[in-house]
């Protein structure tokens, strides 16, 4: 019954190594976001797809792609991991993009890279 | 209990009593706000919601209240539970994109029994 499920939830890796979170919705949202919080808790959107098409493209380094094969789901692929890439990521979805709208959250995966 | 937002990210409160997190936004068109709960292992999940044309806003034990004249928001949760123990966060959006509304640092509320 979870509205927006994200795996792994944990994922302990190496610097250099490359990993996939992957992200799926049952609310039959639109529109799919990826957040990053870091150890401080300070929450910031990293990217947002509505219907299988990139708006937000927050300063990322493009090591991380965003990949969503349809509008339930959105992955998140990071290339050659850093130490400060370690952090919570949230995947999170709306019924739409618009400003009112309000955001699901997942659970979060905690990434630490070692 | 009261918090000063950013100043004091921690507010501890005795069961039963009202608590109020306080916060200072950043841009004077914002015209939506949001705040969120976090609890411990979770993902945020949201409260309550209220736009730039009213002041208050009320929802079950919990009120928004917005000033936009000296820009800050905040959150009265009555007769506060353990169960609202959790990092509280506010957000503002000032365009026309969900996904653009920004956070604030949070403020931990813990409950003591």
């Known amino acids: 019954d979870t509205a927006v499920s994200q795996t792994p939830k944990y994922l302990v890796t190496q610097m250099g190594n490359d990993k996939s979170i992957k992200c799926e919705q049952n609310l039959g949202h639109d529109t799919m976001y990826w957040y990053k919080q870091d150890s401080k808790k300070f929450l910031k959107i990293m990217f947002s797809?509505?219907?299988?098409?990139l708006i937000i493209n927050e300063t990322v380094p493009n090591r991380f792609s965003p990949k969503s094969p349809d509008k339930a789901h959105l992955n998140l692929h990071i290339n050659s991991l850093e130490l400060g890439d370690s952090a919570v990521y949230f995947c999170?979805?709306?019924?739409?993009w618009g400003s009112g709208n309000t955001i699901y959250f997942g659970e979060g995966s905690w990434l630490t890279v070692v | 209990g009261e918090s000063v937002g950013l100043h004091l990210p921690t507010l501890s409160v005795q069961e039963g009593d009202n608590s109020i997190i306080n916060c200072a936004y950043s841009n004077s068109a914002s015209d939506y706000f949001i705040w969120y709960k976090q609890e411990s292992g979770k993902g945020p999940q949201f409260i309550i919601d209220?736009?730039?044309?009213?002041d208050k806003r009320q929802g079950q034990r919990v009120t928004v209240l917005l000033n936009k004249t000296v820009k800050h928001l905040s959150l009265q949760i009555a007769a506060t539970q353990p169960g609202d123990s959790a990092v509280y966060f506010c957000?503002?959006?000032?365009?026309?994109?969900?996904?653009?509304?920004?956070f604030g640092d949070g403020t931990t509320l813990t409950v003591k029994p």
């Open positions: 957000a503002e959006n000032w365009g026309t994109n969900a996904g653009k509304s920004t």
């Open positions: 797809y509505n219907n299988k098409e």
């Open positions: 209220i736009r730039s044309n009213m």
């Open positions: 999170a979805s709306s019924q739409d």
